[in-house]
């Protein structure tokens, strides 16, 4: 990309941020009095808590964008008792695994056989060009025992037929899921798929079935080789968690963060919908898969457990029309299955924004964590475009991406406090300084997955991306 297209590029950025966020270019005048904060709506009639907030609850008359940001929480169950498992594990075993890496799934298969229970079932599925597994067993002494005799004489073999991992794993946890509230898979891949189903639409057609089955899927990565975006796919359609790791000896960490987050659901099945009303349009729903239908629009969310927070963050467009007078801009609504109550919930709130003529009161209550978590969202768009860049050799382009999230969270800066997007600046230039160096095949493979994984947390998937 020539300093030119870079130079515009950023400049439309900056507008967008000025036009969508009501960023000013200038600090906002101080009011003659003290300004109220802006309140979130909160709403929880079960385990989880909705938070929403507008990034601007005072717009001035005519058209305006604003954000958004809906936080939702898992309860805190703290000394609770863990409830038991119903698990396959399903490890690639390919040839690409050889050495170091099967060594370290091994043993974090091992560590997770070491973390159960009697009440907790494990299968054990590995693949290369073909599947071996051993069946679904109770977590008992004398099992875990022959689990780990099992995982032992796993070795490296084959291709990559990850469809038929799935599906394995997918058999072995079915026949049970009757009997347990948390079903659950784990994969595990260094690579993309070589044999059987290779391409990425049929494969994830086999997740989608295996969530209709009431099974969850989180999707684990190692190295640089593996299709990021096939595995983050997985983890979102399993409504499970993404986790990307260079160095397979982090695996048992992840495999243990994993089992906690599934023996400590306290909901599935989460769903948050948007009812917007007449006059107020959709722009987008930043990172997250969305369905409309009428006035309606559908996110889903992946399951919960105790304590698990993640943030949607939506743009629309609303009509301001008479001063003095207060206009809907959306209706939340949050709908799961309770697994502590083990019944169905629903959990509903409102926002709306007051139409006053003065811009200055505009920027005067403006919300400033909206503002940073509206940002974050935008940033997280333009890091997905950095990495792309990066990965088909456009480095220059991937950097102007980047710089054009550095003044984003300038200008966020001035509405809510540089402290405030302090560690977000910090870790644009570390992404900058990543790309720099990132020089061959390796280093510009982590650099695309590390820039990917972190689009998401700041899309607002925090719990779900390890």
């Known amino acids: 990309m020539n300093k030119t297209v870079a130079f515009v590029s950023l400049a439309a950025g900056l507008a967008l941020t000025a036009l969508v966020l009501g960023l000013p270019h200038v600090a906002p005048p101080h009011p003659a009095t003290p300004v109220e904060p802006p309140r979130p709506a909160t709403a929880s009639n ?78 054990i599925v590995h693949y290369g060009s073909d599947v071996k597994s051993l069946p679904s067993l109770a977590a008992t002494p004398a099992n875990r025992e022959r689990m780990l005799q099992y995982i032992e004489g796993i070795w490296d073999d084959g291709g990559t037929n990850i469809g038929a991992g799935l599906h394995a794993g997918q058999s072995h946890v079915a026949a049970l899921r009757g009997d347990y509230t948390v079903n659950r898979i784990i994969l595990l891949s260094d690579g993309q798929a070589t044999e059987g189903i290779t391409d990425d639409a049929s494969l994830t057609e086999i997740v989608k079935s295996i969530r209709s089955e009431g099974v969850t899927v989180s999707a684990i990565g190692v190295g640089t080789d593996f299709n990021e975006d096939l595995m983050q796919g997985f983890a979102e359609y399993g409504a499970g968690a993404y986790g990307f790791l260079e160095d397979a000896g982090q695996l048992a960490s992840l495999f243990q963060k994993d089992l906690q987050q599934a023996s400590t659901s306290v909901a599935r099945g989460v769903e948050l919908r948007f009812q917007l009303p007449e006059g107020v349009t959709l722009g987008e729903v930043l990172g997250y898969r969305s369905y409309q239908e009428g006035r309606t629009v559908r996110v889903p969310l992946p399951d919960f457990s105790s304590g698990q927070v993640e943030r949607v963050v939506a743009r629309v467009t609303v009509v301001g029309a008479r001063v ?82 550095e003044a984003l969270f300038n200008e966020a800066g001035a509405v809510a406090s540089p402290a405030a997007v302090a560690a977000d600046l910090a870790e644009q230039k570390a992404v900058l300084q990543e790309y720099e160096q990132a020089s061959d095949d390796e280093s510009v493979g982590a650099a695309v997955k590390r820039t990917k994984s972190k689009a998401m947390k700041s899309f607002g998937k925090l719990g779900s991306t390890y």
């Open 324 to 405: 003095g007078s207060a206009v809907d801009v959306t209706g939340l609504k949050l709908a799961y299955t309770d697994l502590l109550k083990s019944a169905g919930v629903e959990s509903a709130a409102s926002l709306s924004a007051m139409v006053t003529e003065r811009r200055e009161e505009v920027l005067a209550r403006q919300d400033k964590d909206a503002t940073v978590f509206a940002t974050r969202a935008m940033s997280a768009k333009n890091l997905k475009l950095a990495a792309q860049a990066l990965r088909e050799g456009r480095k220059e382009e991937a950097k102007g991406y980047v710089m054009q999230n």
């Open 46 to 123: 079960g385990s989880l808590t909705m938070t929403s907030r507008l990034s601007h609850p005072y717009i001035t008359p005519g058209s305006a964008d604003l954000f958004v940001t809906v936080d939702i929480t898992g309860v805190e169950v703290p000394g609770s008792k863990r409830t038991p498992v119903n698990l396959a594990v399903v490890i690639d075993r390919s040839g690409s695994m050889s050495g170091y890496k099967l060594q370290q799934a091994k043993q974090a298969a091992r560590h997770l056989v070491g973390l159960l229970g009697p009440t907790d079932r494990l299968a």
